[in-house]
């Protein structure tokens, strides 16, 4: 594991090259057999000025699910003392230097939460007492940009760590959590970051299917829908969330609070998984006790999924069973096999698009506990970044693994604003660990390699029996945006 104090400061200015193709697109006439191209530019009479394929993003949009134990009708509200942290990236995270004013802001509703005064900063503030956490960015602070929201209780009825971080809108996510019991709760948030409403088909799925049909809610423009998923699906042991938006896209979230009688076992709230594919790799989850992988097949055809644990120094050699199937548009566990404690990357390989998470069970097995859901996570091209929030008694390892071939990446940590940047190269199917030691932020940008790379990030407080967990995937961060041609028509 590596420590802070290893690594090296960050060149400031440093400009580093973002490839990217563009393409020129022409219309083509079809009226005769002889076609015929329009040359836009030469149509107009004005001559093509040189454009670079991406600028820097200029506006960002997302958003947390903000204090997700409120906002269900018949359902007591619960509020844990949590804060919400916002971060810029490091200036040399950027291709070309940011110019010109801009702003960036985590609001809840029209009140302000935190706001960044500049690049390699953190702004911290409260939760709200309801509705969603927005970060806003424009200008020249849009682009690397994030935001976290934390709590953590220890209290007899709620016991548990729980780290969100703020997501852009998508129109197809898929979640994994929960399960059966009458202390097991678990809370659907939508959040819609649009100026109009949003419409979302919910289907929950279970070991043999759908469990009933889709159920359709409509999230108000900045706000967000919360649905205690027992009203659809109480006595499923393993669901899995499909959520379809039309007329926009939304922010989906899904909690997951675990009581048994009057002892506490846990608490999460996990962001959508990585997109359905045929290799999905849960890249930080923390195994060494009482650890399950849940598996959910989107499609029509029954799944044949193969599993795999991916340490430091590759492939973990196990007796235990590591195959699984999965029923067509179901779900399916693996208990996963006992292995020296530390953080694994988790590799799931099928021969049909599925989506995976791992659930994590720590603290006393006889007694109350946490647990933390770790859940596939999004490859990392260019830069993927995690404001890490002031929490505590808390300590972080961002946790870093390539499949399919070597990666080479450049990590960058902002200590006391002060951004400090190693690299990092992993072979083919290898992990590796960094402290985040004090960190208000962490960035990871992909510099070379043929593997794909992806990241998360493990957080804990206590040890042993007192132990509270949570395991967040890192994901892409918007830097730049394409730039496309136009040009005046005659």
């Not at 004005?46 to 820097?56: F, H, K, N, W, Y």
């Not at 007492?129 to 994030?146: K, Y």
């Not at 992806?454 to 040890?463: D, N, Y």
């Amino acid at each position: 594991m590596s420590r802070l104090s290893a690594l090296r400061p960050a060149v400031p200015g440093t400009v580093r090259v973002l490839l990217a193709a563009g393409a020129a697109a022409g219309l083509v006439w079809g009226a005769t057999a002889r076609p015929y191209t329009l040359d836009l530019a030469q149509a107009s009479g004005v001559a093509e000025a040189p454009v670079a394929p991406t600028s820097l993003a200029t506006s960002v949009d997302a958003m947390c699910p903000g204090p997700e134990l409120t906002g269900v009708a018949g359902v007591a509200d619960v509020r844990p003392a949590g804060r919400v942290s916002a971060v810029a990236g490091p200036a040399e995270l950027l291709p070309v230097p940011a110019t010109g004013a801009g702003s960036a802001r985590a609001t809840g509703g029209s009140v302000p939460i935190a706001t960044l005064s500049g690049r390699s900063s953190r702004s911290t503030g409260a939760l709200p007492r309801s509705g969603p956490v927005a970060l806003r960015a424009q200008g020249s602070l849009a682009p690397a940009v994030t935001a976290t929201q934390e709590w953590s209780s220890t209290s007899a009825d709620l016991r548990g760590l729980v780290t969100t971080p703020c997501r852009t809108a998508a129109t197809d996510l898929w979640l994994l959590g929960g399960g059966a019991g009458p202390g097991r709760l678990e809370r659907l948030v939508l959040a819609n970051p649009g100026g109009n409403p949003v419409t979302a088909d919910v289907t929950v799925h279970g070991a043999e299917g759908p469990v009933g049909p889709a159920r359709t809610e409509t999230v108000p423009p900045g706000g967000r829908t919360t649905l205690l998923l027992d009203a659809v699906a109480a006595d499923e042991k393993t669901p899995a969330v499909h959520v379809v938006a039309d007329g926009g896209g939304l922010t989906a979230f899904l909690s997951d609070t675990w009581i048994e009688g009057t002892t506490p076992l846990g608490a999460e709230t996990t962001v959508p998984t990585a997109d359905p594919s045929t290799v999905q790799v849960v890249p930080a989850a923390l195994l060494g006790g009482r650890a399950t992988l849940r598996v959910a097949t989107p499609g029509g055809d029954e799944a044949v999924a193969s599993v795999t644990l991916l340490g430091r120094d590759g492939p973990v050699t196990t007796s235990a069973d590591t195959v699984l199937t999965v029923g067509a548009e179901g779900v399916a566990e693996l208990p996963l096999p006992a292995v020296p404690a530390g953080t694994y990357a988790v590799v799931v390989r099928s021969d049909v698009p599925v989506v995976a998470g791992v659930l994590t069970r720590v603290g006393d097995p006889e007694g109350a506990g946490d647990i933390g859901w770790a859940v596939s996570g999004p490859v990392v091209d260019e830069v993927a970044g995690l404001a890490l929030p002031p929490t505590p008694g808390v300590s972080r390892t961002l946790h870093l693994v390539s499949t399919g071939g070597a990666s080479t990446a450049d990590v960058t940590v902002v200590v006391d604003g002060e951004s400090r940047t190693r690299t990092v190269s992993l072979l083919a199917d290898r992990s590796a660990d960094v402290d985040l030691a004090g960190a208000a932020s962490v960035w990871v940008e992909r510099t070379d390699g043929s593997g794909a790379l992806r990241g998360g990030v493990v957080s804990t407080s206590g040890s042993s029996a007192q132990q509270l967990l949570s395991e967040v995937p890192l994901a892409p961060t918007d830097v730049t945006s394409p730039v496309s041609r136009a040009f005046p028509l005659p």
